[in-house]
């Protein structure tokens, strides 16, 4: 395994060796490569909100507690969903 910021950009790599998730390394930061996916096709992708049992789950996936997991949404939504409104 290597550290994110040893990958090469153009590589794909994975941060939880599930392969779920590819990353693509770019000159500055990467790309969620399944995020992009879903961007691109999001008028044929069905989705689910998940359940708080699935949020308690992807916590412990991402060894978070909780109030980790909520600040950490909190400052995305802050970070991104703020900042689409002022345009």
């Keep these: 395994m290597a550290k994110v ?11 939880d060796n599930s392969w779920i998730r590819p990353k693509l390394k770019l000159n500055k930061g990467f790309l969620d490569m399944a995020t992009q ?5 999001k008028e044929k992708i069905d989705a689910s909100i998940c359940t708080g ?8 996936n991402w060894g978070m507690v909780s109030e980790k997991f909520e600040k950490y949404k909190q400052f995305l939504i802050k970070k991104y969903i703020k900042e689409e409104k002022k345009k």
């Design 5 to 15: 910021k040893k990958i090469k950009v153009g590589e794909i790599f994975t941060v």
């Design 37 to 41: 996916y879903i961007y691109i096709n």
């Design 53 to 60: 049992s699935e949020l308690d789950r992807i916590q412990r």
